[in-house]
């Protein structure tokens, strides 16, 4: 199973400065470079000061490549319709040649609508402008020169400059969240990421079967890949990480019901009244992974058993509120005391 940490470069404490957030940041994921984790997945967040710094994934990415040396550095997830797909070919290869093929891009439309309205592009476009602009970051990534007729972008004769180190490119993961996409991506033969903060993690299981029927049915090679982001914190006893865990979980599920109400995916805004009602024991038995390191590794293999998980994305810190050396003292515990169990 991959590990990889999905990280915000979110604020640790309230007021912290924009310099001090981002130094933060790079000192933690230069830890998990060091304790051998898989992967460090890269946020994108506009619109929201007072939770994260994240908006520019790949600046981040190419000082996270400068900085590391063995660990992979993807974005999870890169949101497509904001960007101009020929500047992210570029922005994307030079990653990929720094970090000498260290690079996944993770692409997804994102369900927040401010981010959209901030940059002028209507969220009903969304679908369409990911689709466009990632067929032109493929050509424009393996074709030395190109041209594309589009609804929104149009090249003649273009180049990107530099290709990608890793040939043809480098790896594509999608997220899926509206119940359409779960089929589409299939038929299109791309791995998949799912995400569990609203739903459950049992719910996810209707999901990956469209995913995966879909995958079969379009006769495509190789077998379908699953990576599962979701909440995690591990402490030394059960008691422990309870204990340390519920200010910051509650807190952001507390928060997370703002964004629900005004998300523009209907699943998600029928999950307002389970959210509003969840209980702390709700949360951990559904939503999150909460324990000592062999919970869980527990946890882990049931997981891996029931939904046919190839990685996850853990999140450290969902709420912002535990402590940076307790939250660094959870990533010990998973790099040295659970990953060694799954390799």
Known sequence: MEFGW?????????????????????????????????????AEIHQQARRSVLSAPMNVAGQIA?????????????????????????ETATVDQVSRGRFILGAGRSGNPRGYAAYGIPYSESRERFYETLDILKKAW???TFSYEGKYHSFDGAKAVPRPYQRPHPPIRIAGASEDTFPTLGRLGYPLFVSVRSGSLVGLKPDLKAYRDAWEEAGNPGRPEVYLRLSMHCG?????????????????YKSLITRLEGSPNARRRAEVEEVKRATYDDVIRDKVIVGDPDTVVGRLKELEDELGIDGILFELNFGAAIPAETMMRSLKLICHEVMPRFQ
Do not use: N
Request: net charge negative.
């Open 6 to 42: 999905y990280h915000e470069f979110h604020r640790q404490v309230e007021g912290q400065s924009d310099a001090d957030a981002f130094a933060q940041g790079f000192e933690q994921v230069e830890a998990a470079d060091c304790w051998g984790l898989d992967v460090f997945w890269l």
């Open 236 to 252: 030394e006893t059960d008691h422990d990480a309870r204990e340390e865990g519920e200010p910051s979980i509650m807190a952001g």
């Open 142 to 144: 393996t074709d030395e």
């Open 66 to 90: 400068a900085r590391t040396k063995r660990i992979k550095i993807g974005t999870a997830v890169h949101v497509l319709p904001l960007t101009h797909p020929l500047r992210l070919a570029e």
